[in-house]
């Protein structure tokens, strides 16, 4: 017998609240309101913020790879015993290892190099085999970490490639969870919703699932400098990535899990930009968000202030994670003064 397999509870206890494993409590994340930052801008509008850090691995990648794994095993492309492989900057890679620990899978997964030390470890701590790619490569050099997970997919008997960037679920999983739930918080009185663009699931999908409840929601995007988006988007050219040190948002190609259709406008970030303001909104609103999380505020306040909206307008930013993987980067000094973000 499966170990993971649930023994049903003796009778007495059958009606007690209690979640079968981990994969169950993601979602439901509350709204929170800034307070500090916005008046400092000179903003009127009301933002919140959905910290989607308070899912159980710490970031809203935990909604995606449950919903694309629940899904693969309905299908059958994900049996007992098998092993899941995926790339990942490493908030979907720990989203797969906790899956895979608490149904007894295994998992490989492989992450670039410039990812921090806290999110490498916390991979492996859930028992996940990781594989260290260099991140200066192109996406289809036989050693980035696409590729690299590609290879070991195709090498490894009885495995599942979750494919993130590619599998056009992921958009699916924020359409039905996400979506809903910020239009159901607000009680339909959105009139902004700001995300970043890493594969670009979260931003597309949740934004679908609001513009069909009213097409009238501005939908505001946050592309950190180096990225491809920001150029593509205003120009229909894509361009030559450069390399940029904010994790999990922005990439050298497009996603077709990416729908530019939806997105109304797109706000560049740079490093320095994204950093300081995780360190403003951590020790002004005591939201200790990583350097995404940073950039999706910097944009939300810079479209806030730029469009002057209404005191009764309301703006909703998505947090992907939580600033404790980023402990020895952003909120290191030493490390903030040698790449001169800080004096």
Same mark, same amino acid.
């Given at each position: ?36 930052? !916005? ?23 935990? @909604? ?38 608490? *149904? ?8 670039? $190099? ?16 990781? *594989? ?43 359409? @039905? ?64 990535? *450069? ?7 922005? $990439?050298?190609?497009?996603? !077709? ?6 997105? $109304? ?13 995780? @360190? $403003? ?40 994670? *939580? ?21």
């Amino acid at each position: 017998m499966n170990s993971h397999n649930p023994t049903p509870l003796p009778a007495r206890l059958r009606d007690i609240a209690y979640a079968e494993d981990m994969t169950e409590t993601a979602g439901n994340t509350p709204l929170v309101r800034l307070r500090v930052l !916005p008046r400092e801008w000179g903003i009127k509008a009301t933002i919140l913020v959905k910290p989607e850090f308070l899912n159980p691995t710490g970031s809203v990648k935990d @909604r995606m790879a449950i919903y694309l794994l629940r899904q693969a095993e309905r299908k059958g492309e994900l049996s007992p015993g098998g092993t899941i492989v995926e790339a990942t900057s490493g908030n979907t890679g720990a989203a797969v290892a906790m899956f895979a620990a608490a *149904h007894g899978y295994r998992a490989i997964l492989t992450i670039p $190099d410039k990812m921090s030390a806290e999110k490498i470890n916390a991979l492996r701590a859930f028992g996940a085999q990781v *594989h260290v790619c260099p991140t200066a490569v192109a996406p289809e050099d036989p050693r980035s970490y696409y590729e690299t997970a590609k290879r070991i997919a195709r090498e490894t008997p009885h495995s599942y490639f979750v494919g993130q960037y590619f599998n056009t679920d992921n958009i699916e999983a924020h359409y @039905r969870t996400t979506g809903p739930e910020i239009w159901r918080q607000t009680k339909g009185k959105i009139d902004v919703l700001v995300g970043g663009i890493g594969t670009g699931g979260t931003v597309s999908g949740t934004a679908r699932y609001l513009k069909e409840q009213n097409p009238k929601v501005a939908v505001i995007a946050a592309d950190p400098e180096g990225s491809v988006f920001y150029h593509y988007f205003k120009t229909g050219a894509l361009p030559e990535a *450069h390399p940029y040190l904010v994790e999990g948002i922005g $990439d050298d190609f497009l996603c !077709p899990t990416l729908d530019l259709t939806v997105i $109304d406008d797109i706000c560049q970030v740079s490093d320095r930009d994204c950093f300081l303001m995780a @360190r $403003d909104l951590t020790r002004k609103e005591g939201i200790c968000g990583g350097g995404s999380s940073g950039g999706i505020v910097l944009a939300a306040l810079r479209y806030a202030q730029e469009a002057d909206l209404a005191e009764d307008k309301l703006l909703v930013a998505i947090l992907p994670d *939580h600033g404790n993987k980023y402990i020895s980067k952003i909120f290191n000094d030493e490390w903030m003064r040698e790449k001169g973000f800080i004096e």
